[in-house]
């Protein structure tokens, strides 16, 4: 049996004023996502643990069934994701381009990233490759638009703080070591800072900076740096879960995930909105029939909708989602031998709060296929899936749940390979 899972990020909410009380997904017409509730198991998800607002990485990671090993940190994915190659030694960050503000002797963010034309975007970070380090050794990568991949090596370590501060009332801090870290830890906090501060009078004194100061526009005046992250050294889907994988999804992260899990990643040409998902559920569905058993895929411009902080188009993209859904979904619902698990993967409120990104509730979950109990479920939405037949769920029991549902778990303590793994061997 083949599974599909198809994670629409972010578009669990929380009740909206503007939305009568309701969640974008409670007031939006979602015919088909309801049909789905209607015919499979529902449940509740957290997927770290109730409360823990995980990012897109994070839930992604435990959903996977990963959550169990030490997380690498994104920006490894997202330079693997661009082709750039990393060797064992190295710690890698993300460097956006900001425009900032000073009052009273700190320094704020107005706009990160940058908004800045592609052309002038590959003149600075030209000239912040010309970086010369101190401490350790580094280089200087273009990811895409006003993202830069910092790579760090010669005794560098991950252990060490972000300086994007996240949201707009909070300062950019120095990064520092985390507490009770190694003297390595120490050297690359110096390095970064250094980097910062030299890439600060970098970014004042360039041509591009200047010609846009002169015509009253924005300046890439900084540079802020996070997601501390090391080369991943992990299973394989196949190795862990015993599916082979294919992917698709956004931008380098969803590229440098299916990579390094040994998911085949498909390039789908398809603009990022909310029919985009369409094609990318075709692409998959080719695949699966060419061999691959598992899919992920994912969309996540409910969660780019929520940050707009507009309910109402937050709910509207949620039903040009759920009519993407109609045709693929549709036909593979009716294929006995695959098993389909929708999710929101992680919540995102479109409040328009300045405190919150994503928040820690639980998100609706539905699992459909020939195995499955089908409960009462009528609506898919995050009450109504709350009171469904799976209950309440953590990211890492969703694997397991697959691997039995498709007839793949390994019997009680049978041991018939030399692996201690959760599946049971096909061949």
């Not at 169990?68 to 661009?82: D, N, S, T, V």
């Not at 300086?163 to 120095?174: Q, V």
């Not at 200047?210 to 992250?229: F, L, Q, Y």
């Not at 709350?386 to 749940?401: C, F, I, K, N, Y």
Request: charged share 20%; glycine share 8%.
């Amino acid at each position: 049996m083949k599974v599909v899972l198809i994670a629409l990020e972010g578009i669990a909410d929380r009740p909206q004023e503007a939305l009568g009380g309701k969640t974008p997904l409670q007031s939006a017409d979602v015919p088909h996502l309801d049909a789905l509730a209607k015919g499979g198991a529902c449940g509740q998800l957290y997927a770290v643990a109730p409360g823990v607002c995980p990012s897109a990485d994070t839930a992604l990671w435990h959903l996977l069934g990963y959550g169990a090993l030490p997380y690498p940190g994104r920006a490894a994915f997202e330079a693997i994701g661009a082709g750039i190659s990393l060797n064992d030694d190295d710690v890698v960050f993300l460097v956006s381009l900001a425009s900032t503000r000073l009052e009273h002797g700190e320094r704020y963010v107005q706009a990160a990233p940058a908004h800045l034309p592609a052309d002038q975007v590959l003149d600075i970070v030209e000239s912040l490759s010309n970086y010369k380090p101190e401490f350790l050794y580094a280089r200087v990568h273009h990811l895409d638009g006003p993202f830069m991949a910092l790579v760090l090596s010669g005794d560098a370590s991950a252990l060490v703080t972000d300086s994007d501060p996240l949201f707009y009332t909070l300062p950019i801090r120095e990064i520092v070591q985390l507490e009770g870290s190694p003297d390595a830890a120490r050297n690359t906090a110096r390095e970064l800072n250094r980097f910062t501060s030299w890439a600060h009078k970098v970014l004042f004194e360039h041509p591009v900076n200047r010609a846009r100061d002169a015509e009253g526009m924005t300046v890439a005046d900084h540079v802020i740096i996070k997601w501390p992250s090391v080369k991943p050294h992990i299973p394989t889907l196949e190795e862990r879960w015993g599916f082979k994988g294919v992917s698709s999804g956004p931008g380098f992260f969803s590229r440098g995930l299916a990579i390094a899990t040994g998911m085949e990643a498909l390039d789908v040409k398809t603009h990022e909105a909310p029919d985009g998902l369409g094609p990318r559920l075709e692409s998959v569905k080719e695949e699966m029939y060419a061999g691959r058993d598992f899919a992920l895929v994912r969309s996540v411009v409910a969660d780019e909708a929520s940050h707009a902080g507009r309910p109402r188009r937050k709910a509207k993209t949620v039903e040009e989602l759920d009519s993407a859904l109609e045709t693929v979904v549709g036909s593979l619902a009716a294929d006995p031998d695959t098993l389909i698990v929708v999710t929101a993967a992680y919540t995102t409120p479109s409040g328009g709060s300045d405190e919150v990104l994503h928040s820690g509730e639980s998100v609706p979950l539905v699992i459909c296929g020939s195995n499955v109990r089908v409960d009462s479920v009528a609506a898919f939405d995050e009450v109504s899936c709350a009171r469904g037949a799976l209950g309440t769920l953590l990211g890492r029991d969703v694997m397991p749940l697959v691997l039995s549902l498709t007839d793949r778990a390994r019997f009680g303590t049978s041991r018939t390979v030399p692996a201690d793994s959760l599946f049971r061997p096909t061949s």
